[in-house]
T-cell receptor, first 111, second 115 residues
Framework: QKEVEQNSGPLSVPEGAIASLNCTYS??????FFWYRQYSGKSPELIMF????GDKEDGRFTAQLNKASQYVSLLIRDSQPSDSATYLC???????????FGQGTTLQVKP | ETGVTQSPTHLIKTRGQQVTLRCSSQ?????VSWYQQALGQGPQFIFQ?????ENGRGNFPPRFSGLQFPNYSSELNVNALELDDSALYLC???WGQGAFTGELFFGEGSRLTVL
């Protein structure tokens, strides 16, 4: 079992729709959770992070964490073609910055 | 742009050769991490350096080694290259060993092809 699992996709949504990206993790000791976006041929960039159970909103993005179910998700509202990218889920078991990444989900937003 | 610079951006080597990749961290950051990203996969943690000392290592063989210099720049060295070493190598800088702010600043990567 991989430590961090994501559906590789591609996930295809029409422009303006809500995109829902999911991630599960195996280590219950994981303390913080991150979503990175990676455009083709580019390096990952942080979208947002979440530490506590519940929802965290930042503009069109909402991260959701459920530690009991070991599940974290990212919702993108009003999806735009510019959101088309690979979204990487990552977990940090300690407070050290050593991140464990999932394989990423490719999102395609169609005009 | 993050202020993290890596060189070279692309390189081609043959099996058995050695390679050195370089990274300059963002100003004010004292921690550098290296990740390997194979095509279609997420980044995998290789190791981290904090104040010139190795501070954790992933599941990579000893032929992967590194250095951090007093100015916090870093090198990744790979000996006896294998075909499976072909990947994008990402350097990420951050501040503090135990005070991780939640964001790694990635460089644009060095794409290594091993023939």
């Amino acid at each position: 079992q991989k430590e961090v699992e994501q559906n590789s996709g591609p996930l295809s949504v029409p422009e303006g729709a809500i995109a829902s990206l999911n991630c599960t993790y195996s280590d219950r000791g994981s303390q913080s959770f991150f979503w990175y976006r990676q455009y083709s041929g580019k390096s990952p960039e942080l979208i947002m992070f979440i530490y506590s159970n519940g929802d965290k909103e930042d503009g069109r993005f909402t991260a959701q964490l459920n530690k009991a179910s070991q599940y974290v998700s990212l919702l993108i509202r009003d999806s735009q073609p510019s959101d088309s990218a690979t979204y990487l889920c990552a977990v940090n078991r300690g407070n050290t910055g050593k991140l464990i990444f999932g394989q990423g989900t490719t999102l395609q937003v169609k005009p | 742009e993050t202020g993290v610079t890596q060189s070279p951006t692309h390189l081609i080597k043959t099996r058995g050769q050695q390679v050195t990749l370089r990274c300059s961290s963002q100003s004010g950051h004292n921690t550098v991490s290296w990740y390997q990203q194979a095509l279609g996969q997420g980044p995998q943690f290789i190791f981290q350096y904090y104040r010139e000392e190795e501070n954790g290592r992933g599941n990579f063989p000893p032929r992967f080694s590194g250095l951090q210099f007093p100015n916090y720049s870093s090198e990744l060295n790979v000996n006896a290259l294998e075909l499976d070493d072909s990947a994008l190598y990402l350097c990420a800088s951050s501040w503090g060993q135990g005070a991780f702010t939640g964001e790694l600043f990635f460089g644009e990567g060095s794409r290594l092809t091993v023939l």
